[in-house]
């Protein structure tokens, strides 16, 4: 069971540099939505295109989706990735559904496969952080545990 976050409710404003500077850089996304919509965004949801993936996955598109409260002393947030074509979901949490983890965790599932551990991050900015997840997701995360899942 998850544990509600503790922040009000976010909007565009809070949602915009992350989009701006990190989500609409990233040319292996082809789109980028606040949900449910811009005025009352309560998350961002990425879209990646499958073929621009390495190794490329398909033909359904995978996602990205991102909720965040600021908040004293530390933000809450949740960064998921699920890919409908292999099941593959990884996840960067910083909540407090884990409190033996430390303040942020990882967490995948895969195939009959799951794990979780702790996790720190090099920056404190949200959009920073939001780099470092999409950066380890693309060069570690999906070739370790997604790709590696698929070969079996």
């Given at each position: 069971?998850?544990?509600?976050?503790?922040?009000?409710?976010?909007?565009?404003?809070?949602?915009?540099?992350?989009?701006?500077?990190?989500?609409?850089?990233?040319?292996?996304?082809?789109?980028?939505?606040?949900?449910?919509?811009?005025?009352?965004?309560?998350?961002?949801?990425?879209?990646?295109?499958?073929?621009?993936?390495?190794?490329?996955?398909?033909?359904?598109?995978?996602?990205?989706?991102?909720?965040?409260?600021?908040?004293?002393?530390?933000?809450?947030?949740?960064?998921?990735?699920?890919?409908?074509?292999?099941g593959f979901h990884a996840g960067w949490h910083q909540d407090e559904d884990h409190?033996?983890?430390?303040?942020?965790?990882?967490?995948?599932?895969?195939?009959?496969?799951?794990?979780?551990?702790?996790?720190?991050?090099?920056?404190?900015?949200?959009?920073?952080?939001?780099?470092?997840?999409?950066?380890?997701?693309?060069?570690?995360?999906?070739?370790?545990?997604?790709?590696?899942?698929?070969?079996?």
């Amino acid at each position: 069971m998850s544990v509600p976050h503790p922040g009000g409710d976010p909007n565009a404003n809070l949602y915009a540099q992350p989009k701006r500077d990190v989500l609409d850089r990233v040319p292996q996304i082809t789109a980028v939505e606040y949900v449910p919509d811009d005025i009352e965004a309560k998350q961002l949801r990425a879209v990646f295109d499958p073929a621009r993936l390495d190794p490329p996955t398909g033909p359904n598109s995978p996602e990205l989706v991102v909720a965040w409260y600021r908040q004293e002393p530390n933000d809450w947030f949740r960064v998921n990735y699920t890919d409908p074509n292999t099941g593959f979901h990884a996840g960067w949490h910083q909540d407090e559904d884990h409190p033996d983890l430390g303040r942020a965790h990882f967490q995948y599932t895969a195939d009959d496969e799951a794990d979780r551990w702790g996790v720190a991050f090099e920056h404190e900015t949200p959009s920073l952080i939001l780099w470092e997840i999409v950066e380890e997701l693309l060069e570690d995360v999906r070739p370790t545990y997604q790709d590696s899942n698929d070969e079996r």
